[in-house]
């Protein structure tokens, strides 16, 4: 975990460096932007990111996708994995496991916006989409400069 800290806070220094160093193609027009004036997004997915407070710090944006137990279980149960679950996984570690975490993510992370898991794809897509616009736009409002990174965890 400390490690992708300080992958994040490298990305944060220089984005368009920190690109290019690790093999991500930057278009030209983002080599030739004043650095305050570009606008560079990184996505961190990964769901117990939100209960290691040494990351919290480095998020703007926070969404969690959540699904009753029910459609979870469903969804696991579609799944095929090398080694099969065992009978009973899923209600006497899986679910109370989740549970756990998102009790200790609830009580330690703030600012977290809640997605239907339920939805579509593309709904999520167009919600989180929507909101990351509208961060910008603040942002940009707010004046030049305050807008040149945002990090999201997903």
């Known amino acids: 975990m400390e490690a992708m800290v300080n992958t994040i806070k490298g990305w944060q220094e220089n984005p368009v460096k920190f690109a290019r160093s690790h093999g991500v193609s930057v278009t030209p027009k983002a080599e030739e932007q004043e650095p305050d004036?570009?606008?560079?997004?990184?996505?961190?997915?990964?769901?117990?990111?939100?209960?290691?407070?040494?990351?919290?710090?480095?998020?703007?944006?926070?969404?969690?996708?959540?699904?009753?137990?029910?459609?979870?279980?469903?969804?696991?149960?579609?799944?095929?994995?090398?080694?099969?679950?065992?009978?009973g996984l899923f209600e006497g570690h899986v679910w109370p496991m989740y549970l756990k975490h998102r009790k200790e993510m609830e009580n330690n992370c703030n600012g977290i916006e809640y997605l239907d898991g339920l939805k579509s794809k593309e709904e999520i897509y167009n919600q989180v989409y929507e909101s990351i616009h509208n961060n910008l736009l603040n942002r940009f409002i707010a004046g030049p400069g305050s807008s040149e990174h945002l990090c999201i965890n997903l």
Do not use: M, W
């Open 37 to 87: 004036n570009a606008i560079h997004i990184l996505i961190v997915e990964g769901f117990l990111l939100y209960n290691y407070q040494h990351i919290l710090d480095v998020y703007d944006q926070r969404y969690y996708i959540a699904i009753p137990k029910e459609e979870c279980k469903r969804r696991r149960s579609t799944r095929t994995y090398t080694v099969p679950d065992p009978p």
